[in-house]
């Protein structure tokens, strides 16, 4: 624990349980004195969200599914009645068909390539928006990627392409409202088991290729991620915007299978 985002206020988006990211990095922005809303999708998810957002005090729990305006514009609504203001913002969404995360990308149809795209790259624009709106005094916006963006890896497919568009936005935000003194960065975490990981085809063999084959010969928890997280929240990452950060144990550096690694 520590005050390196005492009185701050930020919106997280994207905790579905207590395995997210988004949880991984709230905590440690709760850790480090920051006053934190939460958005959940759907009722079924309230349920989870409600009391992890109870254990680190925060007031604010609101649905939202960023394919619905009217719902994301009465968050920022109602962050502007509550707090008048915002420091920062987490967006760790992403939505594909699962039926296309396994084959090929070949295959994708138009309308799940245009879904995917919309949830998991346009909201985070759509949503930087609005959280610049709030942000009269400048701020942090954060999404969450992967390195399928940059490589083709096995199964990820249109998630790819969209985590491809999600890290040129990055880029295109930070230059747009950088001169109003808010910073737009990435974080690209390895492969970690929540939720939307298991929609992913053969995802515990990836587990092991990275576990087997990093730098630090272990996966990423999302302790870590939330650490980087507070790094590029604060005034710790004053200095940096339009960055894609890699926390994935170094795996983004190999270029081989390691010599040493054992047989999946
Ligand atoms: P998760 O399942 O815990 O979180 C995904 C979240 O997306 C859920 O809370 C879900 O409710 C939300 N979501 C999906 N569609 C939505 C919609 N229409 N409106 C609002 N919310 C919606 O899984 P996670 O792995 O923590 O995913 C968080 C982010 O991290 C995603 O962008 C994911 O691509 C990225 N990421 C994950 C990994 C990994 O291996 N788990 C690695 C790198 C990047």
Not at 65 to 75: C, H, K, N
Not at 120 to 146: H, K, V
Not at 180 to 198: C, E, H, M, Q, Y
Not at 212 to 217: A, E, M, V
């Amino acid at each position: 624990t520590g005050t390196l985002m005492a009185g701050r206020r930020g919106l997280v988006m994207g905790v579905a349980n207590d395995r997210s990211i988004a949880w991984g990095i709230a905590r440690a922005c709760a850790a480090q004195g920051a006053e934190i809303a939460f958005t959940y999708q759907g009722e079924a998810l309230e349920k989870r969200v409600r009391p992890l957002a109870e254990s680190v005090g925060s007031r604010l729990v609101l649905p939202c599914d960023v394919t619905d305006d009217p719902s994301v514009d009465a968050v920022f609504e109602t962050l502007a009645a509550e707090w008048g203001s915002l420091d920062f913002l987490v967006h760790a969404i992403a939505w594909s068909d699962k039926d296309q995360l396994k084959g090929h990308y070949v295959d994708t149809t138009r309308e799940n390539f245009l879904r995917t795209l919309d949830i998991s790259c346009y909201s985070f624009t759509a949503l930087c928006r609005r959280a610049a709106a709030l942000m009269p005094n400048g701020g942090s916006l954060l999404t969450l990627t992967y390195l399928g963006a940059e490589r083709v890896m096995p199964h990820y497919n249109v998630m790819g392409v969209a985590k491809a568009a999600l890290e040129a936005s990055v880029r295109y935000l930070a230059a747009d409202l950088g001169g109003r003194g808010i910073r737009v960065n990435a974080i690209s975490a390895g492969p970690i088991k929540t939720l939307a990981a298991s929609g992913i085809g053969d995802f515990r063999y990836i587990l092991k290729w990275n576990q087997y084959n990093s730098p630090l010969k272990r996966n990423v928890t999302i302790e870590e991620v939330g650490g980087a997280g507070v790094y590029l929240l604060s005034d710790l990452g004053a200095g940096v915007t339009g960055e894609v950060h890699h926390v994935d144990c170094g795996y983004h550096v190999v270029g081989m299978k390691a010599v040493d690694a054992p047989d999946i």
